[in-house]
């Protein structure tokens, strides 16, 4: 640490000089201490990065692709954690046929996986209804990950949506 040295000086007259003390602070110690504490904010840092998933969005200046109906695959996230879905597009003048199934690994994850197996390229529209939290998109958007849903889209819920909800008392 600090370490006091005493030099007895080489004296040729009889008059006596005081003993000049020299001190030397050993910073062996102090910078220890600064790499541990740098070491251990860098491995915190490096440990606390977050998850996230990269969503790409349109950037809203070009026109909307329209999706044929043979490609759309549309989910309508309703409360409770239910999932309804139908195949294709659902209009006024042809109203769909409307399955509920849930995020459960034998729900929409076999549905999604069933329709890729029946095309090739499908159209996934994800429409959050007025029930819907938060968490059902989450795992939506998880599920497109998982089943690799290469085109997916999230859509306002239409007029003829919340017809075919209110129609099935959803």
């Known amino acids: ?13 009889t008059k006596p000089r005081r003993k000049k003390m020299s001190t030397r602070i050993d910073m062996t110690p102090m910078v220890d201490l600064a790499f541990l504490l740098l070491t251990f904010f860098i491995l915190t840092a490096s440990f606390n990065k977050p998850t996230v998933m990269q969503l790409t969005m349109p950037d809203g200046k070009g026109t ?3 999706v044929s109906e043979k490609q759309a695959l549309t989910l309508l996230l309703g409360k409770n954690g239910q999932v309804h879905y139908f195949f294709g597009l659902n209009t006024e003048a042809r109203p769909a046929t409307l399955h509920t199934t849930t995020f459960k690994s034998e729900g929409l994850r076999r549905v999604l996986l069933q329709r890729q197996r029946q095309l090739p390229a499908p159209t996934v529209l994800i429409k959050a209804g007025q029930d819907a939290k938060y968490r059902d998109l989450v795992d939506a958007l998880d599920e497109m990950t998982i089943t ?9 819920l239409s007029a003829a949506d919340r017809k075919l909800l209110e129609k099935n008392s959803l």
């Open 1 to 13: 640490m600090a370490e006091i040295s005493s030099s007895a000086p080489a004296g040729r007259g």
């Open 64 to 66: 909307p692709s329209d």
């Open 148 to 156: 690799d849903q290469q085109k997916y889209a999230l859509v306002d």
